[in-house]
Every structure is written in structure tokens, then in C-alpha cells.
């Protein structure tokens, strides 16, 4: 990639786009394209269409998709298995009606299966059943995947998907309802300090064992493999560790100072008993990342003050 080449980040808005457009901006890039999803509606072929005919970027980051912890993936399955396909589908065919020289899809850990031998490899995909809670999701991304791979073989597009772990950072979504477990807690913890609650109730037991990794880094690494990783198939992409959430839990406690008890509600679902990536091959290409938990979190957290105040 030249600084000057258009490169567009679909999602730009969202924790992962904005770090990735942070990054580029800090390398130097200078004909960045974004569009917000009221100036731009990618479920929509006509519109998607449009834009890919009038701007012609040159890369293409697709960062963009409907996402949300385990009880909106629960709830909404048709709207995050239809808004997903529609965005992959109109993004990564009209990429290729228009000539992207290279094009990164980003999906996710949960497209392994629910019971795979851990840590996870690459090769794991598609050997057993998926999460039932967060399935539809699941599904969307792995077609994602997979299309990537048919438009290299057809006709020999430079689409390449990167599955990152679980992430956090800056921009994170912290819905009480609607959010993943780390924003969630913080949340939590943050509201019950401030309100001087004897105690915060976890969802679950607490055992299940969850890698975590800052958005920033992930950014550092999309950068990376743009600019080193020509192959099909698909590269995890994590820290390579990771920590129960009954730990996470008391992490985050200290770090914003809460005072009060933990209590796990477990009829509430676990998900997945461990997502673990295999990094080796990320690890191979020559990268790794660099922010550590504790870190990272309070970092999150300042931002997440940054949002409430």
C-alpha cells in the first residue's frame, strides 16, 4: 500500500474500524475513505453498488457488522445472520466488480466449534457444531470466509480473513444488555461503585476461560498482514493466553477500585467453556501483540469515563 493510495474502512466508526483508522493515520496514510451507516447502508446491493462504481478505493478493511455479547446473539438470530450476509456479500462483490487490489475480511473466534480441542487452529473451522447461542453470527462469518476463498479461486482476488479473539479498547460498545463480558463488567463495576451496591452479579459461573485482546493491537496487526499475507484460508489472530472470567471479573474490581462483593447468577448461559486461539501462525508471519491485560483495561476504563461524564 502507498500512503496516497484510497483505502476504505467499512465500520470505521465501530472499536476495531476506528483503531484500524486510527493506525493508518499514525503510518501516514492520507486518502483514507469512510462512510457513516446513515450516509451509507451496507446491507443495501444498490447503494453498496454505487459508492464501490464512484469511489474506486484500492483496499478495502470490511470491519463492518452487527455484533453483541451472548444475549443479543441469542435474541436477534435472523437480524445478525441476514445484516451480516447482506454486508459481506455487497462489500466483497462489489470489491471485485471494481478492481480492489486487496481486500481484509475481519470475523471472529466464535466460528469454531462450540467443543474444538484448544487451543484453536485454523484448520478447526468446520469440524463440529457451533455455540447455539451465537450460531447465526457464527454462520455469517464463515461464509464471509469462505467467500473470500471462492473469489480468490474464481477469479483470483486478493481477499484474505483475519479471526481475531475476543477484543476491548477504545469505542467499545458498553450496553447494559447488549455488550460482550469485558465492557459489560466494566460497566457493572463501575455503576455499583458509584452507587455504593454491597455486591456485583456476574452471568454464570464464572469458570468459562476467555482471551482478550486490545483493539489497538489487533489494528497493528490488520496493518501487518496487509502488507505481508497473500494466502487464502484464514489467520487467528490473539495474545495466545487466557483467564477465566471469574478472574476477569476480580481484574477489573481492582482496577476501578470497587469495594463490594462478587455473586455469579448461573442461570444465566456460560457460552463456550474455552476459546483459546493458536497464534503459531500469526506468530510465524512475525507479529505479536503487545498490550497487557491489566493494561489494556485501564485503559477501557478511562475511556468508558470519558463516555459517561
Given at each position: 500500500?502507498?500512503?496516497?493510495d484510497?483505502?476504505y474502512?467499512?465500520?470505521h466508526r465501530?472499536?476495531?474500524?476506528s ?8 503510518e501516514g ?5 469512510t462512510?457513516?451507516?446513515a450516509?451509507l ?5 444498490a447503494q ?6 464512484l ?8 470491519a ?16 445478525f445472520?441476514?445484516e ?20 481484509m ?11 474444538a ?6 484448520d ?26 471462492a ?30 463480558v469485558l465492557?459489560?463488567?466494566?460497566r457493572?463495576f463501575h ?9 456485583v452479579?456476574?452471568?454464570?459461573t464464572?469458570?468459562?476461560m476467555r ?10 496487526a490488520?496493518y501487518?498482514?496487509?502488507?505481508h499475507?497473500?494466502?487464502?484460508g484464514?489467520?487467528n489472530?490473539?495474545t495466545g493466553?487466557?483467564i ?13 477500585q470497587y469495594?463490594?462483593?462478587?455473586k ?29 491485560l ?11 469515563l470519558?463516555k459517561?461524564?
Amino acid at each position: 500500500m502507498n500512503k496516497n493510495d484510497k483505502i476504505y474502512i467499512a465500520g470505521h466508526r465501530g472499536m476495531v474500524g476506528s483503531a484500524i483508522l486510527r493506525k493508518l493515520h499514525t503510518e501516514g496514510f492520507t486518502n483514507l475513505l469512510t462512510r457513516t451507516s446513515a450516509e451509507l447502508d451496507l446491507r443495501n446491493q444498490a447503494q453498496v453498488t454505487r459508492f464501490f462504481e464512484l469511489e474506486k478505493p484500492k483496499y478495502v478493511f470490511l470491519a463492518a457488522a452487527k455484533v453483541g455479547g451472548i444475549i443479543a446473539n441469542n435474541t436477534y438470530r435472523a437480524d445478525f445472520l441476514y445484516e451480516n450476509l447482506q454486508i459481506q456479500n455487497n462489500v466483497i462483490h462489489a470489491s471485485y466488480l471494481n478492481g480492489v487490489n486487496k481486500l481484509m475480511f475481519l470475523g471472529s473466534s466464535c466460528i469454531y466449534p462450540k467443543l474444538a480441542s484448544q487451543p484453536l487452529k485454523e484448520d478447526y473451522l468446520l469440524t463440529g457444531l457451533l455455540e447455539p447461542t451465537n450460531e447465526p453470527y457464527a454462520i455469517a462469518k464463515i461464509a464471509g470466509i469462505k467467500m473470500c476463498d471462492a473469489y480468490r479461486s474464481q477469479y483470483g482476488c486478493n481477499y484474505i480473513s483475519v479471526m481475531p479473539t475476543n477484543l476491548y479498547g477504545y469505542n467499545d460498545n458498553y450496553h447494559p444488555e447488549n455488550s460482550h463480558v469485558l465492557p459489560a463488567l466494566i460497566r457493572r463495576f463501575h455503576e455499583a461503585k458509584t452507587q455504593g451496591a454491597p455486591h456485583v452479579t456476574i452471568w454464570g459461573t464464572g469458570s468459562p476461560m476467555r482471551e482478550f485482546l486490545f483493539a489497538d493491537d489487533l489494528a497493528q496487526a490488520c496493518y501487518y498482514l496487509m502488507l505481508h499475507y497473500d494466502s487464502q484460508g484464514l489467520v487467528n489472530i490473539g495474545t495466545g493466553t487466557d483467564i477465566s472470567i471469574k478472574d476477569l471479573a476480580l481484574l477489573i474490581k481492582e482496577i476501578i477500585q470497587y469495594q463490594g462483593e462478587l455473586k455469579f447468577d448461573t442461570s444465566k448461559p456460560d457460552g463456550t467453556p474455552r476459546k483459546l486461539m493458536d497464534i503459531s501462525k500469526l506468530s510465524a508471519l512475525g507479529w505479536q501483540a503487545t498490550t497487557q491485560l491489566k493494561d489494556g483495561i485501564a485503559l477501557a476504563y478511562q475511556d468508558f469515563l470519558s463516555k459517561v461524564q
